[in-house]
């Protein structure tokens, strides 16, 4: 599997700022990007996703965004709130049959202070 | 609808002993998906089933890990003669078929002592 890189490891961020978080990928071949959220003794729960043919997607308080040629993507957290403290994954996958196989960063854990 | 169901929560197990982690998909989900997550690590793919089907075990370590997904009943991760390295969060999703989304269970963390 592709390696996917995420930074950086841990945030810190005043209630009310913009938390922002990085990918990058190698394969080419990926084309679906979703980033997952993750409380402690929880599973990951989907946040939010885009595909390539889009640069920007937004969701509430939460927008990716999204560079091909760059083969970077990231997550913007808008007015973070300290409810959004936890642990974020970004991940890629291939559409078609594999898209099962989610290649994970190694998560950015998030604090935002009250 | 109940989502994901994992037992145990927490297991402890010690070198040499089997591990058996149950995953229960959420209603109408026929396809579940096994991860591991290793401390200060992403999650990673271990396996593919559908009901007494393995569709994809490219993930998974040649030896000593099983799993299944019988007609009846949860699907099941058997690690056998655990080692310390076997530690981690074994992590479980399921979907319907055909949709991307995977629903992910609370974990098993697993500790080998």
């Known amino acids: 599997q592709q390696q996917v890189k995420q930074s950086p490891q841990s945030l810190i961020v005043q209630k009310g700022g913009i938390s922002i978080i990085n990918c990058a990928y190698e394969?080419?071949?990926?084309?679906?990007f979703p980033w997952y959220q993750q409380f402690p003794g929880k599973g990951p729960a989907l946040l939010i996703a885009i595909r390539p043919d889009v640069s920007e997607k937004k969701e509430g308080r939460f927008t990716i965004s999204f560079n091909k040629s760059a083969k970077q993507f990231s997550l913007h957290i808008m007015d973070s709130q300290p409810g959004d403290s936890a642990t974020y994954f970004c991940?890629?996958?291939?559409?078609?049959?594999?898209?099962?196989?989610?290649?994970f960063g190694k998560g950015t854990l998030l604090t935002v202070n009250p | 609808n109940a989502g994901v169901m994992q037992n145990p929560r927490h297991l402890v197990r010690r070198r040499g002993q089997e591990a058996r982690l149950r995953c229960s998909p959420m209603?109408?989900?026929?396809?579940v998906y096994w991860y591991r997550q290793l401390p200060e690590e992403g999650l990673k793919f271990m396996v593919y089933l559908q009901k007494e089907n393995i569709i994809d075990e490219s993930g998974m370590p040649k030896e000593r890990f099983s799993a299944e997904f019988p007609k009846e009943g949860p699907s099941i991760l058997r690690i056998q003669q655990v080692v310390r390295g076997d530690s981690a969060a074994y992590f479980c999703?399921?979907?319907?078929?055909?949709?991307?989304?995977?629903?992910f269970g609370n974990g098993t963390r697993l500790t080998v002592t």
């Open positions: 209603k109408g989900h026929s396809h």
């Open positions: 394969n080419t071949a990926f084309d679906y």
């Open positions: 999703a399921s979907s319907p078929p055909q949709v991307l989304t995977l629903h």
């Open positions: 991940a890629a996958s291939r559409s078609g049959g594999s898209n099962y196989k989610l290649t």
